[in-house]
């Protein structure tokens, strides 16, 4: 998973993150019918791979040049993320993450066409 800490985000944040990341039934039991997404990460015993990815807060909205205001400072960014990845690996799962703030290259095999936002709503 891609993980991008805005300037906003919170220890609040992260709670509901992490139990939204092993949580959400994104994998399908192989003996329903039409592969319904009805099991957790956690349901199948999976592995988490967490990569920090500030740029997932570039705005392009206004000229040629992505804004990053939204993002947090690395400083505190790094932070958060340490913890969110603590969070999740109270789980029990393996949990891997790359290394904050480095240029990485990383390769992802996705098993089918789907890319999911998990943003929470303030209020």
Do not use: H
Request: glycine share 10%; with cysteine; hydrophobic share 35%.
């Amino acid at each position: 998973m891609l993980v991008g800490i805005a300037d906003t985000d919170t220890e609040s944040e992260l709670d509901w993150m992490a139990r939204k990341c092993l949580e959400l039934r994104l994998f399908p039991d192989s003996a329903s019918d039409g592969g319904r997404w009805d099991k957790s990460v956690q349901d199948i015993g999976g592995e988490l791979l967490v990569v920090s990815q500030f740029t997932l807060y570039g705005d392009c909205r206004k000229g040629r040049c992505p804004s990053f205001d939204r993002s947090a400072s690395p400083e505190a960014a790094e932070k958060l993320y340490e913890k969110f990845v603590e969070k999740l690996r109270q789980s029990g799962l393996k949990v891997e993450t790359g290394l904050f703030g480095a240029m990485m290259q990383v390769f992802i095999d996705n098993d089918g066409p789907v890319t999911l936002v998990l943003e929470r709503e303030s209020g």
